[in-house]
């Protein structure tokens, strides 16, 4: 199994950038699809990024695409997600996510307990 913990987010100002670590434990990271995934206060829980165990195909949400990356590194067993022109709306709790599947879109096995980002106006 993997255990998953979340770190870099924080206050910025709107159009600012913030990048977020996801550390994650257990042997068999390399071979898990990981994702981030965010909920705002009186919001469910929205898909944000995901990347599959190689690093080699990503997807986004929509409200993401062009200004949010993911990415890994596996030596390191950690995923990023840098997060470039933030707006108010990003306003959220940040989740890391795994997932053992092989194929997209991956059922998600694993979260970590999540990193506040807000972006002032």
């Known amino acids: 199994q993997v255990q998953l913990v979340e770190s870099g987010g924080g206050l910025v100002q709107a159009g600012g950038s913030l990048r977020l670590s996801c550390a994650a434990s257990?042997?068999?990271?390399?071979?898990?699809?990981m994702g981030w995934f965010r909920q705002a206060p009186g919001k469910e829980r929205e898909f944000v990024a995901v990347?599959?165990?190689?690093?080699?195909?990503?997807y986004y949400g929509d409200s993401v695409k062009g200004r949010f990356a993911i990415s890994r590194d596996n030596a390191k067993t950690t995923v990023y997600l840098q997060m470039n022109s933030l707006k108010p709306e990003d306003t959220a709790v940040y989740y890391c996510?795994?997932?053992?599947?092989?194929?997209?879109?991956?059922?998600?096995?694993?979260w970590g307990q999540g990193t506040q980002v807000t972006v002032s106006s």
């Open positions: 990347i599959d165990w190689s690093g080699g195909s990503t």
């Open positions: 257990g042997r068999a990271f390399s071979t898990y699809f």
């Open positions: 996510a795994a997932s053992n599947s092989r194929r997209f879109p991956p059922a998600y096995d694993y």
